[in-house]
Each structure stands twice: as structure tokens, then as C-alpha cells.
């Protein structure tokens, strides 16, 4: 089966992947990943989701913990959550290859309370487990079908449901069910990182945040924090400089323009926190990324 998958992965890949490596499938929030050698540190506050390793392998970190998966393996991220990855092993005759879906909170919650399950302690924002085979079985299904159209648009909502019940079903499916109530911390704070995600170049008082997430500003934070690992403004902080990283990386921008493009007032204070985050300063940083990049090609 996961021969099968690996397979599946790799022609669709190469078909349709981007200069990324990255093929973004019609179906919503479906992508696959390929890598034909190991790559740079990517940073990024992932959404909910879920991604299988068919083969090759990835380190994830997320604050001090680091997750190496391999062939087999599927990361769940279940929270808006800053991660900094890295393939480490792939190679032209064997790339790095990756299922990598949107989880989609409204259908885990109709999933849940069809289940009758309630959510567990212990639970944590990114998880490492062996993929349960009827995942993989249906992660194959999805990826046999995206290259026939017509069949995408009748069969693709029940296939993303019967993903999304396979993973409540299985390893994943404890942590995976704080998604799917409205009330939980998980939800509540993930009203309020979608408003600093569509206004995270302006300035966002925590009030409002809080009213977003249906809680008071002391609790606001505390449940933030737990949630996300950051502070709300830290939070914002990230998503900023990762913008503007993308913006001088992507599309050529001068450190000082992508600075003022996503809210910084001061090039001297988005110097010093761009380097604090990526460990160099921004003009010195894209000229490496730009040479390792150009060294890969």
C-alpha cells in the first residue's frame, strides 16, 4: 500500500509541481510535496494539518522539541503553530515525497459528534506517529483521482470526509478531536490567530483578540500561550518577518521595502528582529538562501 502511495506521489509530482517542488492538487487544501535533495531551514506558523512521508526524510521542530519522520510516518499539526523544518534526506533517484492536507475543523466536529468522542488531556500541537494503513489506503484514493477532474469535483468532499474520519479513528485521532469543539481552547484561539493572520500588518489590540476568541484578556493570553507557544504579539512578530522574507526571497524586494510591507515603521528594529529569528541579517540571509538555491539548480 504505501509502495502504491509513494508511486501515486511521485507522478503527480512531477506533473505538476511548482519550481518548489511543491503540486497543488484541485482539490482544496490537497498538496503534494517533492524535493530531489535536502533543503534549507523553512520557517513558518503552520494551519491545522496533516502530512504523510512517503519517502525521504524530514526533521520538524517546534520550540525545543524536534520530530525526524521518515517513510511511514505522518505529523499532525493541530494548532497555528511556529515550526521550523528541514528535509534531510532526498535525492533525484529517491526525492522526498509528501501527502500534505488542510484539516478542516467543521468536518471534524460533525465527524466527532457522530463518534460520540470527547477530547483527551495531554494534548499537544504537533504529534509524530506510524500512518495507520486505511490513512494511507484513502491518501492514495485522493491522489489517483485529482487527474481526473470530473471525477475531483463529484467524489472529493466524501473522500476529504472519509480521510478526516480515518484520522479520528486512528493514532492521531485524540489530539485531532480538540478541533472539532467550538468551545475548546484550540478553536477559540484559532478565531483570533485567523484576525492577526488578515490584519497582522496593523496593530491589533489585545482586546480585540480576546473578544475574538471569546475570553478575557488575562485568560486570553494564558490560552494563547499554551496553544501557540508564543504571545499574541510574538506571534504576529513571526508572521511578519516570514512575510518578509517570502517578499524579498519571492519577489525581489529590498530589505527596507518588504519591511514597510509588512508593518514595520523601523528598518533598524526589523533588522534586529529578522536576524534574532533567522539567525543573519536580511540582506545577508537571501544572498546565502539565493546561492544555496542557485547551487541546488
Not at 520550540?63 to 528535509?87: F, Y
Not at 488578515?198 to 488575562?218: D, I, K, N
Request: aromatic share 6%.
Amino acid at each position: 500500500m504505501k509502495d502504491a502511495l509513494c508511486d501515486a506521489l511521485r507522478r503527480y509530482a512531477e506533473a505538476h509541481a511548482d519550481r518548489d517542488g511543491v503540486a497543488r492538487a484541485p482539490i482544496p487544501g490537497l498538496s503534494v510535496v517533492r524535493a530531489t535533495a535536502t533543503g534549507e531551514l523553512q520557517y513558518a506558523i503552520q494551519r491545522p494539518l496533516i502530512y504523510l512521508v512517503a519517502q525521504g526524510t524530514k526533521q520538524v521542530t517546534m520550540g525545543s522539541r524536534t520530530l525526524s519522520c521518515s517513510a511511514g510516518d505522518s505529523v499532525l499539526i493541530s494548532a497555528d503553530v511556529p515550526t521550523v523544518s528541514q528535509i534531510t534526506r532526498a535525492s533525484p533517484v529517491a526525492p522526498y515525497l509528501s501527502f500534505v492536507l488542510d484539516l478542516d475543523p467543521a468536518v471534524i466536529a460533525e465527524l466527532a459528534t457522530e463518534m460520540t468522542a470527547t477530547p483527551v488531556e495531554g494534548w499537544a500541537p504537533v504529534r509524530l506517529q506510524p500512518t495507520d494503513d486505511e490513512v494511507a489506503d484513502a491518501a492514495l484514493r485522493m491522489v489517483r483521482l485529482l487527474d481526473r477532474p470530473a471525477s475531483v469535483r463529484v467524489l472529493q468532499a466524501q473522500l476529504v470526509r472519509e480521510m478526516h474520519y480515518w484520522l479520528l479513528a486512528g493514532r492521531h485521532g485524540p489530539a485531532i478531536r480538540h478541533l472539532g469543539f467550538p468551545d475548546s481552547h484550540a478553536r477559540r484561539i484559532a478565531r483570533a490567530v485567523e484576525l492577526i493572520r488578515c490584519e497582522f500588518t496593523s496593530t491589533l489590540p489585545v482586546e480585540r483578540l480576546a473578544s475574538a476568541a471569546g475570553m478575557s484578556p488575562s485568560a486570553f493570553h494564558h490560552h494563547f500561550r499554551a496553544v501557540t507557544s508564543l504571545s499574541p504579539l510574538q506571534f504576529q512578530k513571526q508572521l511578519r518577518l516570514i512575510e518578509a522574507r517570502r517578499l524579498m526571497l519571492a519577489e525581489g524586494l529590498p530589505a527596507s521595502n518588504a519591511a514597510y510591507a509588512v508593518g514595520y515603521a523601523s528598518v533598524p528594529q526589523f533588522t534586529r528582529e529578522y536576524r534574532r529569528l533567522f539567525g543573519l541579517p536580511p540582506v545577508r540571509d537571501i544572498e546565502q538562501a539565493r546561492r544555496r538555491s542557485q547551487a541546488a539548480g
